[in-house]
């Protein structure tokens, strides 16, 4: 039965007025034409044109990148705004922003798997594509900022001639332990879950080299039940310890700040407040990804309003636990009684930089709660939009925590401003425009949605028939 | 141990709920060198193939307990022994601060062990495997959903279990290659 999209409408109206929610995939889909529709995106189509510009686009930031980084690697640091009293500014507010984007992947793929949510099948294999790109975004700021980032190594444990060794005390190399334990683990899960879809592929292409590209990354994968057996074994223990890895991850972000006595960081609830925003910050940002990439691929029937609706209702709920955190960050420096934390706050709030800190809140505070709006939730323009603002109050947070913070420290004769130099402005560009070209480069050559979980889902699949069955029991 | 000049015999089913009732009757019928392929992970087929449940997750506990005592120990050691830095006073082997380190080594090692263990136990990355010769086998990674009798499995006829596998409502049967 070929489904229509007034068909589809239709039926999705009916659902509404029952109470019951729509359902993960449009009517009309089956096994074969999953396949076919996600597998012809990269192996039947022509490079599209918006994805040609769009790649040139992104590239020419990359060059700058490039540019950037010579420039720095000539000249050190002092090309940037970095100085003192401000030693951190964009390179670290930079860092923290990418990783904490690169955190919804694996929230997606790895607690929304142990927690039953089916709706992620659609989007896991993007959201975790994201996540790689966006750590490794991260990972780039870090070793730029050292300075002398040719001997980044003396951060690891090698045996070298000098016997120096890495201060294990210090948060800077726990940062170096997690963010490195998170790509890795981030890219295998990334891997395993594409092994049966690019099976698939080399099963799909026609052209002789297409089949031996993806047959070797298939390696050999046939899709044996005792294969499968094991590998949903792997899959779901994977996902177990990704869990506690990810809020570990921004944690030890977070501790690079709270451990240190500056006022303004020194607080306990950095680390739970850090993680519901770098929560906060992925989702919107899969969501400005997703929502045009679904437009111009025409993937409505993977997904749908429904799934859009859901990551706007996560949204909203990291986006009240940042709100949460922003109150009890202003009521500690009340409630403390530190002169300092004090005058940190109301500096933050009132000072030199008060555009910051009320823009930062309009973006990820008052904006957000649009989204209590059932209507909104379910546009993709108004999502975008507001994604897009969310994306910028996050990073607008960073900023003011780590500038505001920094600037008008304990002693007066200290204080200073922190203006950023086009250096600092080209990196960071720099570092959009990479992460795009690698989201291009990924929508291209791979399948951007999980072929073989979304066929896990189909009504007459064993699975869900299971779920149907257990439902009625009750 | 001479080799059998087939590989073994192919049935393919039009649904994962034939190829899980085929599975069944193949098991009960006796067999027990069998796979079922399918493009998704079927419920309920890997049982009815008979198989004994995976040991993955023991070497996975395995791999996360040597990765947190590893990651432990090379920073008590570096502490301690290979560069102590007394500061007023404090304890050498200050262990509260090493636990972000041991917990990030622990999951990476678990995590890994956990890929390279599936890969391994699975037998890939395999370059050729017989069952590609079949034709239309490559419907296996998109709609279609069979079920392998090998030619090493002590009940294997070649007539008698192509007889057997037709009699399962088998779309097809066909002779795998070596």
Redesign the interface.
Same mark, same amino acid.
């Given at each position: 039965m070929p489904a229509t999209s007034d068909n589809s409408a239709a039926q999705s109206e009916v659902l509404n007025r029952l109470g019951m929610s729509q359902p993960l995939i449009r009517p009309g889909e089956? !096994? /074969?034409s999953i396949?076919e529709q996600i597998s012809n995106n990269v192996l039947d189509h022509k490079t599209p044109k918006g994805l040609l510009f769009g790649l040139f686009l992104t590239f020419s930031l990359v060059m700058l990148l490039f540019a950037a980084i010579g420039y720095l690697f000539m000249k050190g640091i002092g090309i940037w705004g970095v100085k003192i009293p401000i030693g951190w500014g964009f390179a670290i507010v930079n860092f923290v922003w990418w990783i904490g984007i690169g955190h919804a992947g694996t929230l997606i793929s790895a607690i929304l798997l142990l927690l039953h949510q089916h709706w992620r099948n659609s989007i896991n294999r993007f959201a975790e594509a994201m996540t790689l790109f966006a750590v490794a975004c991260a990972g780039l700021f870090p070793l730029l900022h050292l300075g002398r980032p040719w001997v980044f190594y003396w951060i690891l444990?090698l045996p070298e001639t000098m @016997?120096? #060794? *890495? /201060?294990? $005390?210090s *948060?800077l190399? #726990?940062d170096v332990?997690?963010v490195s334990?998170y790509f890795?683990?981030s890219l295998?899960?990334w891997? +395993?879950g594409l092994i049966?879809d690019l099976?698939?592929m080399?099963? $799909?292409a026609t052209k002789k080299w297409v089949q031996v590209i993806y047959g070797i990354l298939a390696? @050999? %994968?046939? @899709?044996?039940? $005792? &294969? %499968? &057996?094991? !590998? /949903?074994?792997?899959y779901l223990?994977?996902a177990g310890?990704?869990t506690?890895?990810v809020i570990?991850v921004h944690s +030890?972000v977070s501790?690079d700040f709270a451990v240190g006595i500056v006022p303004g960081w020194h607080s306990t609830i950095f680390p739970p407040y850090f993680v519901a925003g770098a929560i906060y910050s992925g989702f919107a940002m899969v969501l400005t990804l997703v929502i045009p990439t679904r437009k111009f691929y025409h993937l409505e029937s993977f997904i749908t309003e429904r799934h859009l609706d859901n990551m706007a209702r996560v949204m909203l709920a990291t986006g009240l636990i940042v709100a949460y955190g922003y109150m009890m960050e202003t009521f500690f420096a009340w409630y403390g009684q530190n002169k300092f934390d004090h005058f940190m706050m109301l500096n933050r709030m009132f000072g030199p930089y008060t555009e910051a800190y009320w823009m930062l809140i309009l973006c990820n505070i008052a904006i957000p709660q649009a989204l209590w709006i059932k209507r909104i939730r379910q546009n993709p323009v108004t999502l975008f939009i507001i994604s897009i603002i969310i994306n910028v109050g996050m990073w607008l947070e960073r900023y003011v925590i780590v500038v505001t913070s920094l600037h008008r420290d304990f002693l007066s004769s200290s204080w200073g401003m922190y203006y950023p130099t086009f250096w600092d402005i080209a990196t960071f560009a720099g570092t959009i425009g990479l992460f795009l070209m690698l989201m291009f480069m990924f929508i291209r050559v791979m399948p951007m949605i999980s072929?073989? =979980?979304l066929? =896990?889902l189909l009504p %007459?699949? *064993?699975?869900v028939q299971?779920v149907r069955a257990r439902r009625k029991e009750r | 141990m001479e080799h059998p000049p087939i590989f073994g015999l192919m049935a393919e089913f039009g649904s994962p709920e034939e190829v899980v009732q085929a599975a069944q009757r193949t098991c009960e019928q006796g067999y027990t060198r069998t796979d079922a392929y399918s493009p998704f992970p079927v419920e309920g087929l890997y049982e009815a193939l008979g198989a004994r449940k995976s040991r993955l997750p023991l070497l996975v506990l395995c791999g996360g307990i040597v990765g947190g005592l590893s990651g432990f120990f090379m920073q008590y050691y570096a502490a301690v022994f290979g560069y102590p830095l007394n500061i007023g006073g404090r304890p050498l082997n200050s262990w509260p601060a090493f636990i972000p380190i041991t917990f990030e080594l622990t999951i990476l090692v678990a995590g890994l062990s956990a890929v390279v263990g599936m890969l391994f136990r699975n037998g890939l990355p395999r370059p050729y495997h017989p069952v590609f010769n079949v034709p239309g086998f490559e419907r296996a990674t998109t709609d279609g959903f069979f079920l392998c009798i090998e030619a090493t499995d002590p009940m294997f006829d070649q007539q008698k279990t192509a007889a057997f596998l037709r009699g399962l409502h088998a779309k097809n049967v066909s002779v795998v290659d070596h």
């Open positions: 089956d !096994y /074969q396949s444990p @016997g120096l #060794w *890495p /201060q294990w $005390r *948060p190399v #726990w332990f997690a334990t890795t683990i295998v899960f891997f +395993v049966p099976a698939t080399r099963d $799909r390696m @050999g %994968w046939r @899709g044996s039940a $005792r &294969h %499968w &057996h094991r !590998y /949903q074994t792997a223990l994977l310890l990704a506690p890895l570990s +030890v501790f072929m073989f =979980e066929k =896990e %007459w699949s *064993p699975r299971a | -």
